[in-house]
């Protein structure tokens, strides 16, 4: 069982930074696609980014502030989040499957982290 443990979470102010982690207990973790999703109170599971080798995915919501990079030596995925706003404000969760296609739904991976939440407020 593959173990997903986030970090990097916590409050910022909207136009700030944050940078979460996912790091993986899985050796081969560079043939897993791993993905980002959010939940806001109140709210569904959202897709928000997805990595597969050099291939990566956004939603329309953060396309342009939010990058999604991999550490394959560290076995680890991370989500840099620049000029945050309000509207971003949510549980941020990692998820995994080892599969060879990019996928934007929650039921589609086997794999999760516990969440890290990200708030922010001015």
């Known amino acids: 069982q593959v173990q997903l443990t986030e970090s990097g979470g916590g409050l910022a102010r909207p136009g700030d930074s944050l940078k979460l982690s996912c790091a993986s207990s899985?050796?081969?973790?560079?043939?897993?696609?791993v993905a980002w999703f959010r939940q806001a109170p109140g709210q569904e599971r959202e897709f928000v980014a997805a990595?597969?080798?050099?291939?990566?995915r956004y939603s329309d919501s953060v396309k342009g502030r939010f990058t999604i990079s991999r550490d394959n030596w560290e076995n680890t995925v991370s989500l840099q989040m620049d000029k945050l706003k309000p509207e971003d404000t949510a549980v941020y969760y990692c998820?995994?499957?080892?599969?060879?296609?990019?996928?934007?739904?929650?039921?589609?991976?086997?794999?999760w982290g516990q969440g890290t939440e990200v708030t922010v407020s001015s």
């Open positions: 990595s597969r080798r050099d291939t990566t």
């Open positions: 998820a995994a499957r080892q599969t060879s296609i990019l996928r934007y739904g929650p039921e589609d991976y086997d794999h």
């Open positions: 899985d050796r081969t973790f560079a043939n897993y696609v």
